[in-house]
């Protein structure tokens, strides 16, 4: 079973629409949860982090969590083309290393 | 520039040769990650470092690769004997390590190892 598990996409969305993307883990003990975006030949950029059930947001970006289910999401609403990338979804348990999904390609279309 | 520095961005070596990836972490971090992103594949930890210290490297190959992290100086990934498989995005991290944050991390721009 793998350890973190994205849809691999590509997801596309209109611009304007709510974009939903999510993640299953396997570890239930995992305490902390990522999402990355990363562009084609770029770096990951942190976008949100969340360590508690329910929801966090800010700005047009939603974390979601849910422990019970071993799930964990993320909402972009207002779906711009510049969201247009891969977003990896990243788990680790304390002070160990982040585990990385394979990310799903996020296409917007004007 | 406070962030994560990483050279050389990009890097040519011909089979057999050595590559040296070198990291210098953001101000104020002393924990850094070595992750390794083949062509349309996800991100890999190859290895975690604190000063002079390997605390995790169980996602390194147990040949030809090596990391360090010394006392003074940026952390480096040395692969040797490189083959074409090696070619890859090498992505290095880093984090304060502690409080509640300490386990965020934040990502260089990478260092594209191509073999020739």
């Known amino acids: 079973q793998k350890e973190v598990e994205q849809n691999s996409g590509p997801l596309s969305v209109p611009e304007g629409a709510i974009a939903s993307l999510n993640c299953t883990y396997s570890?239930?003990?995992?305490?902390?949860f990522f999402w990355y975006r990363q562009y084609s030949g770029k770096s990951p950029e942190l976008i949100m982090s969340?360590?508690?059930?329910g929801d966090k947001e800010d700005g047009r970006f939603t974390a979601q969590l849910n422990k019970a289910s071993q799930y964990v999401s993320l909402l972009i609403r207002d779906s711009q083309p510049s969201d247009s990338a891969t977003y990896l979804c990243?788990?680790?348990?304390?002070?160990?290393?982040?585990?990385f999904g394979k990310g799903t390609r996020l296409s917007v279309i004007a | 520039n406070a962030g994560v520095m990483q050279n050389p961005r990009h890097l040519v070596r011909r089979r057999g040769q050595e590559a040296r990836l070198r990291c210098s972490p953001m101000?104020?971090?002393?924990?850094v990650y070595w992750y390794r992103q083949l062509p349309e594949e996800g991100l890999k930890f190859m290895v975690y470092?604190?000063?002079?210290?390997?605390?995790?490297e169980s996602g390194m190959p147990k040949e030809r690769f090596s990391a360090e992290f010394p006392k003074e100086g940026p952390s480096i990934l040395r692969i040797q004997q490189v083959v074409r498989g090696d070619s890859a995005a090498y992505f290095c991290?880093?984090?304060?390590?502690?409080?509640?944050?300490?386990?965020?991390?934040?990502f260089g721009e990478g260092s594209w190892l191509t073999v020739v």
């Open positions: 101000k104020g971090h002393s924990h």
């Open positions: 991290a880093s984090s304060t390590g502690t409080g509640s944050a300490g386990n965020t991390i934040y």
């Open positions: 570890d239930r003990v995992s305490q902390s």
């Open positions: 969340i360590y508690s059930n």
């Open positions: 470092l604190q000063k002079e210290n390997i605390i995790d």
């Open positions: 990243a788990v680790n348990r304390g002070n160990t290393p982040l585990v």
